[in-house]
C-alpha cells in the first residue's frame, strides 16, 4: 500500500510532532536529513519521511534494510530542554510510543532495552537518537524510527532472516502504513509531551510495563566489555540494571542486549 502523505498532512494538523512533513520517496538516510535541517534551524515537530533509504542505519552503527513500498522510515526533530545527560531519555520516551502504537495492531508487542520492539522474539522496530548540543544543553535530538510494517522476509539477507519480523508477517496480512505512521506519530505526540510536563518517571513507568526482558537472564556487550547477569529494571535516567551473579547491580547505559532465552518465548 502507497504513503498517502496528503491524508497524513490533514491528519496532523494542530500537532506538534509530524509538522512540518517532508517526504522523499528516497533518500539516503531520514536521519542524515533531519539532523541537517535540524543545523538549519527546523523547528520542532519537523518530520522526514521516505519511502526508501538506500543508507539507512541503527543503533551501533548497523544497516537497517530499507527497501521501497514495504515498510516506515522517518525522523524526528525535537528541541527538548534537557541537559545533554539526559538525552538518552529521549530513546525510551520514542520506545514507549512505537510499542503502543504497534500494540493496536501486535497487542503482545514488548520491549527490549533500550527501545527495540519485538513480537514473538523477532524483531520489527528499532529507534537511533542523535543529538547536537551547544555546551551543556540539547541543541536538538533527532529520533530516527524504522518499522518494518509489510516486509517480506525474502527481502531480508539470509542472517537477518531468523531474526527479524515485521507487522504483516505476525499477523498473516498487509496493513496500511499510513495508518502506522499516523499512529506512530500520533503516539509520539502524547509520549512527548507526558514527558514535557511531568518529566521522566512516568515514561520509565510505561516501558517497565512493556518491557519484554526483566527477570530474564542476557548479555550486554558494550564494545569494550560484556556483561552477564538478570535484568531487574531502568534507572531514573533511562540506564538498564542488571543484577550479576555477586548480587550486585550495575546500570548500563549503553550495548547491545542478547537473551540467553528470546523474548516473547516465555510465559
Known amino acids: 500500500m502507497q504513503l498517502d502523505v496528503a491524508r497524513l498532512r490533514q491528519a496532523l494538523e494542530g500537532q506538534r510532532i509530524g509538522v512540518p512533513l517532508v517526504y522523499r520517496e528516497s533518500t539516503g538516510s531520514t536521519n542524515d536529513d533531519a539532523m541537517e535541517l535540524g543545523r538549519r534551524g527546523a523547528e520542532e515537530g519537523t518530520t522526514v519521511l521516505a519511502d526508501q533509504q538506500s543508507r539507512g542505519r541503527g543503533r551501533l552503527g548497523r544497516r537497517w534494510e530499507s527497501p521501497p513500498g514495504r515498510n516506515l522510515y522517518l525522523s524526528v526533530v525535537l528541541r527538548p530542554p534537557v541537559p545533554t545527560a539526559d538525552a538518552p531519555q529521549l530513546g525510551i520516551v520514542a520506545g514507549v510510543a512505537v510499542v503502543e502504537a504497534i500494540r493496536r495492531w501486535l497487542p503482545e508487542a514488548v520491549l ?24 551543556e ?115 548500563i547505559l549503553s550495548g547491545d542486549v542478547t537473551l540467553h532465552e528470546p523474548v516473547g518465548t516465555r510465559d
Open 137 to 251: 544543553a540539547v541543541d536538538f535530538v533527532v529520533v530516527g524510527i524504522g518499522i518494518n510494517v509489510n516486509l517480506h522476509l525474502d527481502d531480508l539477507p539470509a542472517e537477518l532472516q531468523q531474526t527479524a519480523g515485521s507487522i504483516a508477517q505476525a499477523l498473516g496480512r498487509e496493513v496500511d502504513r499510513t495508518e502506522v505512521a499516523l499512529a506512530v506519530l500520533e503516539q509520539l505526540e502524547q509520549e512527548y509531551e507526558r514527558y514535557l510536563q511531568h518529566g521522566f518517571a512516568p515514561i520509565r513507568t510505561r516501558w517497565l510495563d512493556r518491557a519484554g526482558i526483566l527477570d530474564r537472564r542476557l548479555v550486554v556487550d558494550s564494545g569494550r566489555a560484556k556483561q552477564e547477569g538478570i535484568a531487574v529494571g531502568l534507572s531514573e535516567t533511562g540506564a538498564l540494571q542488571l543484577q550479576r551473579d555477586d548480587g550486585t547491580v550495575v546500570e
Open 112 to 135: 527490549k532495552w533500550p527501545n527495540d520492539v519485538l513480537v514473538a522474539g523477532r524483531k520489527i522496530a528499532g529507534i537511533l537518537v542523535e543529538m547536537a548540543a551547544k555546551e
